[in-house]
């Protein structure tokens, strides 16, 4: 399994940016695609981004497409979610996430095998 810890969270105010990285260590970086997650209070974990292994192609929840993008660096373990026009409703623990098929852009979580600690995302009104 590979192990993940994710930081950058925080409380900004509506139309702020923040940059959320995830670093990865124990196995191969590149072997695994990469996706990012979310779960507000009371609801249920939701997708927000997946990248494969090479960084070339990526995949977005529609509520965060031309707002968010996702990247990796596999030189340094890390993949990371710029995250910008941030809205309240974007307020939630974001959890990075590793899928062991590198090409996929998959989209459920159960799919994917390691998971962070998640770090918090608060956005005011």
């Known amino acids: 399994q590979v192990q993940l810890v994710e930081s950058g969270g925080g409380l900004v105010q509506a139309g702020g940016s923040l940059r959320l990285s995830c670093a990865a260590s124990?196995?191969?970086?590149?072997?695994?695609?990469m996706g990012w997650f979310r779960q507000a209070p009371g609801k249920e974990r939701e997708f927000v981004a997946v990248?494969?292994?090479?960084?070339?192609?990526?995949y977005y929840a529609d509520s965060v497409k031309d707002r968010f993008t996702i990247a990796r660096d596999n030189a340094k373990n890390t993949v990371y979610l710029q995250m910008h026009s941030l809205k309240p409703e974007d307020t939630a623990v974001y959890y990075c996430?590793?899928?062991?098929?590198?090409?996929?852009?998959?989209?459920?979580?159960?799919?994917?095998?390691?998971w962070g600690q998640g770090t918090q995302v608060t956005v005011s009104s």
């Open positions: 996430a590793a899928h062991r098929r590198p090409w996929t852009l998959d989209r459920v979580a159960q799919k994917f095998t390691s």
């Open positions: 124990g196995r191969t970086f590149s072997n695994y695609a």
């Open positions: 990248i494969n292994w090479s960084g070339g192609t990526q």
